[in-house]
């Protein structure tokens, strides 16, 4: 894994480790966030208690904060790039050199995983790309395996549960 990092990377990288304590691999920004993506097992460190580490680190960037935990198996570390959305299912192909991701997620959260204008399925494969090798990540929407019908509440999103309910109201009329 190499990674390139400019000097303003490695400046807010050094300030968010000294912030929080937690060792960070990587780190991307854009003109509304800042991406960190720390060690396995430092996320609870670089949110810190009550979530006061990414409160004071959005005060300082002056930029949302956005945190990623690594792994080493492609499939989890996928999983950790679009938390808190459940990704159903990760499944991985090799075309020649290229390593394609392909997630399963439920039809409602499909807008969610892809972003305004694809901005967040690029930024997902911006930081899978660097750390873990992948060329691209295909979205597939599907219902669960076990056939669910929908998902279970406390896998919604609360902006997504309003929705359903509204959904479901009109459905029962």
Known sequence: MRIKLNTEDIMRISLFEKM???????STSDDEKIVFVVKEGDIGAAIGKGGENVRNATEKFGKKIDLIEY???VKQFIKNIFAPIEV???WTKKFGDD???YIRVHPRFRRAIIGDKGKNIDRAV???GRLAGVKNIKVV???RKDNDKKPKQEEVPEKAAESSKNVEAEENQ
Request: charged residues 30%; glycine residues 10%; negative net charge.
């Open 20 to 26: 929080t304590g937690a060792d960070v691999i990587d």
């Open 141 to 143: 929407a599907g219902l």
């Open 126 to 128: 911006d930081i899978a």
């Open 71 to 73: 792994s080493e198996d």
């Open 88 to 90: 159903e299912d990760v």
């Open 99 to 101: 390593l394609v991701v």
